[in-house]
């Protein structure tokens, strides 16, 4: 079965340019989640769709930061524009909300460096 | 505001001992319990999760809960140096809000 899937899974950018990244969720899955992590900050959860729907934005840092889930097997995550402090690893994950049951798989992640 | 709290380590024990990693999390109202492993430059991969008060047990891992005390346990018995890697304790107060996840503490086990 396939995972997650997100890409790139690297990507090098110059200060001022558009970055936008993207997942697949895991076919079946009702929710998806964007995590930003970083050494000093740990994991943080940026934004969540339920069926397709953002519920939470809270922790997109700015305005530069937008997500979209165009339907259920496609999401992307743009920042425009990229500035340094944005680099950091950007995982993607995807879970099947049951009940309290609201297991989150991973996708490998897309390391992001802005110079 | 939700949190959830882990000693950040290193902790290094020797092959064959016990590691036992700790959380404690802010919200009583927490129902859901999750222990992910994340070797360096992967991706975290969930190896317990845990709803009730007690122990959980799956081969060499043990979950335990305790939620008058807001505390979750992982023990890991018979620690591989494959086992070296960080451990995200995460928290969820229902199947409706999102994991909240600590910062992960960096296990070391040595051969």
């Known amino acids: 079965d396939a995972g997650v899937i997100q890409s790139p899974r690297h990507e090098v950018t110059e200060m001022g340019q558009e970055v936008t990244l993207r997942c697949k969720p895991i076919?079946?899955?009702?929710?998806l989640f964007w995590y930003r992590q970083t050494m000093m900050r740990g994991l943080e959860l940026l934004i969540y769709f339920n069926n397709n729907v953002p519920i939470d934005d809270s922790g997109m840092p700015e305005d530069r930061f937008s997500a979209k889930m165009p339907n259920a097997s496609f999401s992307t995550l743009k920042i425009q524009p990229s500035e340094p402090r944005d680099s950091a690893v950007y995982f993607c994950?995807?879970?099947?909300?049951?009940?309290?049951?609201?297991?989150?798989?991973f996708g490998p992640g897309t390391r992001l460096t802005v110079l | 505001q939700k949190e959830v709290e882990q000693n950040s380590g290193p902790l290094s024990v020797p092959e064959g001992a016990i590691a036992s990693l700790n959380c404690t999390y802010s919200d009583r109202g927490s129902q859901s319990f999750f222990w992910y492993r994340q070797y360096s430059g992967k991706s975290p991969e969930l190896i317990m999760s845990i709803y009730s008060n007690g122990d959980k047990e799956d081969g060499r891992f043990t979950a335990q809960l305790n939620k008058a005390s807001q505390y979750v346990s992982l023990l890991i018995r018979d620690s591989q140096p494959s086992d070296s890697a960080t451990y995200l304790c995460?928290?969820?107060?229902?199947?409706?809000?999102?994991?909240?996840f600590g910062k992960g503490t960096r296990l070391s086990v040595i051969a």
């Open positions: 076919s079946g899955h009702n929710s």
């Open positions: 994950a995807s879970s099947l909300r049951q009940g309290r049951t609201d297991t989150q798989y």
């Open positions: 995460a928290a969820t107060l229902s199947g409706n809000t999102p994991l909240v």
